[in-house]
């Protein structure tokens, strides 16, 4: 890198960082060459366009929407086996129809590396090997019946999880308590694909309620504990390690073996800025589990909202933990972007059933 550069982009680093908050996430993006929006807010959510006006938050293919089950369009795959350590999903931005399967967790007790950022928006659990955990389309089918196996390999490798509380997404007008957000990334495009064409980002969304008299949710009390419970620092990353095993239960949780698994994809964009329009989306449909939904207790949800509270003040890198007063009475504002029109998208119910 072309050091006059680098050295702009740091010390345009530190000034945002000591005028006001910022996420390391900004940095990153600015060292990569692309502007990036860093002064947005929940509170002014409607003005994003204008106050970050390259970004594409005024686009026609935006995120979140609302899902309602009678708008979908029913794809049901078969499949030989319950590869329990697949996540089948469905990427309809080529014409033939491949499927998604999630690799990398076979190994329950295997550790992966994270670091804990929180960026003031959420808190982020970044990947730091992103070879580790993959989704990679492979699968293929035609006419709703199953065809052959494709050796065409196409890796999204998971950069990073993140929390939204509430939901972000809605379904049947249904709003949630919590959305898990797992972004990974295809890194085997050519430069000059066009983004619009190929979606560069696939996430896996999951949906949580409180359930009254529940008890604790048992993996998100793992991350609670051992991943989110530090001292909130901006910018500085925590290392944490995360186990294969809980990284697999966040995202099947018991639908693997759910005869009525099913899941929404749709093309849209990231719910932040600034909002580019190149994500896949796949949300886990929260409805129709044997098992119910996936569920938190309301102590949970506290804890976690308290940890994601922008009205808290943060403690900046370097600064005396043990002289910070922390503000705890301050309400929550939430994390979640307003909805955004459809504007004529698909969605795909994707179903899934054994043969
Ligand atoms: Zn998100």
Redo the contacts with the bound molecule.
């Keep these: 890198m072309n050091i006059r550069i680098l050295v702009t982009t740091l010390i345009s680093c530190l000034v945002i960082f000591q005028a006001t908050i910022l996420s390391v996430e900004a940095c990153s993006f600015l060292l990569k060459g692309e502007q990036q929006c860093t002064h947005w807010s929940y509170q002014k959510a409607a003005i994003w366009q204008q106050e970050c006006p390259f970004s594409s938050c005024g686009g026609r293919s935006q995120s979140p929407i609302s899902i309602s089950l009678y708008q979908t369009t029913l794809y049901e795959t078969y499949f030989m086996n319950a590869k329990a350590q697949s996540l089948i999903m469905y990427d309809f931005s080529t014409d033939d129809k491949r499927l998604i399967v999630f690799r990398g967790i076979d190994n329950f007790f295997q550790q992966f590396s994270f670091s804990v950022i929180n960026n003031n928006h ?1 808190i982020v659990m970044e990947s730091v090997n992103e070879e580790s955990i993959s989704i990679e389309r492979s699968f293929w089918i035609r006419n709703n019946t199953w065809q052959t196996f494709n050796s065409i390999t196409v890796p999204y490798y998971l950069k990073q999880f ?1 929390l ?1 509380s509430p939901s ?1 997404h809605l379904v049947n007008s249904e709003s949630f308590d919590l959305e898990l ?1 797992l972004v990974f990334q295809r890194n085997d495009l050519p430069s000059n694909t066009s983004e619009a064409l190929v979606p560069k980002l696939a ?1 896996v969304g999951i949906l949580y309620k409180v359930l009254l008299g529940a008890i604790d949710n048992p993996l998100v009390d793992i991350v609670i504990q051992n991943v989110l419970q530090k001292p909130r620092v901006i910018g500085k990353p925590i290392p944490t390690t995360v186990t294969g095993g809980l990284l697999f239960d966040l995202v099947t949780a018991r639908q693997q073996f759910d005869p009525l698994y099913s899941y929404f994809v749709y093309n849209g964009s990231l ?2 800025p600034n909002c580019n329009e190149n994500v896949m989306w796949n949300l886990i449909n929260p409805n129709i589990m044997s098992g119910g939904y996936h569920y938190i207790s309301s102590r949970q949800l506290t804890t976690l909202q308290q940890l994601m509270n922008q009205n808290k003040p943060h403690i900046a890198e370097g600064a005396n933990l043990g002289k910070v007063q922390i503000n705890t009475g301050s309400a929550y504002i939430g994390n979640n972007r307003p909805l955004q029109p459809l504007n004529g998208r698909t969605i795909i119910n994707i179903v899934k059933k054994l043969l």
């Design positions: 959420t993140h939204h972000e957000h996430v719910t932040t």
